[in-house]
């Protein structure tokens, strides 16, 4: 079956690690995203790529790395320097030039 | 900028209740217009969509219609059911760009 998988669903961190979260597609599609869903502020993009080799910086970027060597891959590396890292973050894939936005099942990543 | 509005929630009915959630938007122009839902634990799926003025998208029973007169997209549906409890997010896109606006959610909770 096609899709978007994201691993782990439940990732924890301490303080001052690095932690890298996977968002891996087989549909495809050119273009990837990630948002981040904090409860009562709906989405915000942290970053998207719209090809392999490429990608720009969303509304929330700050703390937040990315890289995009292979279509199927887009992992987000969440850094020390995001001071409130605790959010549930969705990765989303579409074709490019298209509008509808595929969706991942999230990683929910938490702070001890 | 651009921007989208929900009514605030949770909305809670009793099951084959009618449903309206409201969204309204900012922007110039025309972009085109979506629905997405979030059930419990899990990524986003698109429910319905609209690429230009006076279009109606529809699917599973929910209905909007794209209003350029009043920049709104509103959600209903005649008859809800429990299993249409989820968090339902409005977004927009401009055409040649690749990221979506979201809405901040609504929560719809169905009881028996």
């Known amino acids: 079956d096609g899709g978007i998988t994201q691993s782990p669903k439940y990732l924890f961190r301490k303080e001052g690690q690095n932690v890298t979260l996977s968002c891996e597609q087989n549909?495809?599609?050119?273009?990837m995203y990630w948002y981040r869903q904090d409860p009562g502020q709906g989405l915000r993009l942290i970053y998207y790529?719209?090809?392999?080799?490429?990608?720009q910086k969303g509304d929330i970027a700050e703390g937040y790395s990315v890289s995009r060597e292979k279509k199927e891959s887009f992992p987000l590396t969440v850094t020390s320097a995001q001071k409130n890292p605790t959010a549930f973050y969705l990765c989303?894939?579409?074709?490019?030039?298209?509008?509808?936005?595929?969706f991942g099942p999230g990683t929910r990543l938490l702070v001890l | 900028g651009n921007s989208v509005t929900q009514m605030e929630g949770p909305v809670t009915l009793s099951e084959e209740a009618f449903l309206t959630i409201n969204c309204t938007y900012t922007a110039t122009g025309y972009p085109s217009l979506f629905w997405y839902v979030q059930y419990p634990g899990e990524g986003l799926q698109l429910l319905l969509k609209?690429?230009?003025?006076?279009d109606k998208g529809s699917n599973k029973g929910f209905e909007a219609t794209y209003r350029k007169e009043t920049t709104s997209f509103h959600l209903e549906k005649g008859s809800v059911q429990v299993s249409d409890s989820a968090v339902y997010f409005c977004a927009l896109k401009w055409s040649g760009y690749s990221t979506l606006t979201f809405g901040k959610g609504t929560m719809l909770l169905v009881s028996p």
């Open positions: 549909l495809n599609h050119d273009a």
């Open positions: 609209a690429t230009k003025a006076d």
């Open positions: 790529s719209q090809i392999v080799n490429d990608f």
């Open positions: 989303a894939s579409s074709i490019a030039g298209q509008e509808t936005q595929y």
